[in-house]
């Protein structure tokens, strides 16, 4: 059976894509941590970062590392937060979000998805993909 992301990725359900070549995608989760909080995903269904190919690894974090400096600059955050959890979905993700405090790392705190703005979310990914240099679907412009 498909991930929940495998179902994004493959736009059976929708996603705001900020990032995608041929190996991994980012997109805005819906349940942030704060506006811009984006998963780094592969393409590829590995339920456990260590099980990911040593190449496929060093590629998804080069992902993450530009969607974070990204994040950094569309949003002015001092950091970016990452985080990998890896239970709420069976599938290798990421998070990448604006932080200035290690409170911010606090999962109970996020929103929900029926408390986000649709607007502040849209605004958030086209920042994030101004940065990025991507359109809607997350490919280069």
């Known amino acids: 059976m498909s991930s929940v992301f495998t179902k994004i990725i493959n736009g059976e359900l929708p996603g ?3 990032y995608r070549d041929e190996k991994v995608v980012a997109f805005l989760t819906i349940e942030p941590l ?4 984006t998963l780094v995903v592969p393409i590829e269904e590995v339920d456990r970062w260590t099980d990911m190919a040593p190449a496929d690894w060093v590629h998804l974090n080069e992902v ?17 937060g990452y985080i ?20 911010d790392y606090d999962f ?34």
Not at 66 to 78: L, W
Not at 136 to 141: D, F, L, M, Q, T
């Open 34 to 37: 704060a506006y811009g909080h």
């Open 108 to 141: 109970s705190q996020a929103m929900g998805m029926n408390d986000t703005d649709p607007a502040k979310m849209d605004e958030a990914a086209n920042a994030l993909r101004r940065e990025l240099g991507t359109d809607e679907s997350g490919r280069r412009a």
């Open 64 to 80: 993450a590392q530009r969607v974070g400096k990204a994040t950094i600059a569309a949003f002015g955050s001092p950091r970016a």
């Open 16 to 18: 705001r894509f900020v």
């Open 84 to 103: 990998i959890a890896g239970f709420d979905v069976p599938h290798t993700h990421i998070h990448v979000f604006p932080t200035s405090k290690m409170s």
